[in-house]
């Protein structure tokens, strides 16, 4: 590709090319206006959030993992377990970033939470955040992630969504415990945790990731971005 094409890729958008993007919106907005009330899911890290709040908070809890996670990932080298680990299976690297919150109080990972979103180490994605703040007008609007439910709760009080769905871990004695309760909240878990917790068939949902196609296929409508950007279903657009 020559150096002026290669430019053309990153060029500030057009007046043409935003109204284009505000349409597709507007597009997508009316669509759902149109349908009954019902319930519109959202996927959490690199959807609602640019960055994976889960994995963030993980790196700050590196130093002390608590015993199940230590063994899946070890002491050497602990980060590149883990992703080696998210490339062979996404959903068992979340389920050990949930298990490295064992041994601390909610109110301690609410406070990690807070502090990650606080540094700035992830952060609200201006864009998905409006379409949910516009869909809540007419539909119940859930957070469907498969971090840790307590964090996502950390992170949907700052978007104004109340419902939140997420993996969960035991309480024993006011600590976590590294006991994962159902259900799984990643893949095609995250069908059978919407159809138990929400509604047997979402107007809506979104996601950026393949283990979030699952619940893409069940909504009444889906939108793609990040990694499966018009992956079988569109890609949102945003101005």
């Known amino acids: 590709m020559g150096a002026n094409a290669g430019a053309g890729r990153h ?3 057009t007046p043409d090319l935003y109204r284009g993007r505000l349409s597709s919106m507007k597009a997508l907005l009316e669509q759902l206006d149109a349908l009954p009330p019902g319930d519109a899911v959202f996927d959490l890290d690199n959807t609602l959030l640019v960055g994976d709040i889960g994995e963030a908070t993980l790196r700050r809890l590196l130093h002390r993992l608590p015993p199940r996670a230590a063994s899946l990932l070890g002491t050497t080298d602990p980060w590149g377990a883990y992703e080696a680990l998210a490339a062979r299976d996404w959903c068992a690297a979340g389920d050990v970033a949930a298990q490295a919150l064992a041994g601390l109080s909610p109110e301690e990972v609410q406070a990690l939470g807070t502090d990650v979103l606080e540094k700035g180490e992830v952060r609200l994605n201006p864009h998905t ?3 949910a703040r516009q869909l809540s007008r007419r539909h119940r609007v859930w957070i469907l992630t498969g971090s840790a439910e307590l964090l996502g709760r950390v992170a949907a009080s700052r978007m104004g969504i ?3 769905v997420g993996m969960r871990l035991r309480e024993e004695h006011g600590r976590l415990t590294d006991e994962l309760l ?14 138990q917790l929400i509604s047997e068939r979402p107007v809506f949902a979104i996601g950026d ?17 990040g990694k499966i950007s018009g992956r079988e279903f569109p890609a949102l657009e945003a101005p």
């Open 209 to 225: 990731s393949p283990t979030d196609l699952p619940i893409l296929r069940l909504a009444a409508v889906a939108r793609t971005l």
């Open 162 to 164: 109340e419902h939140v």
């Open 182 to 195: 159902p259900p799984c909240t990643c893949g095609e878990g995250k069908v059978k945790a919407t159809r």
């Open 129 to 131: 955040v409006e379409l």
């Open 11 to 13: 060029r500030s958008p």
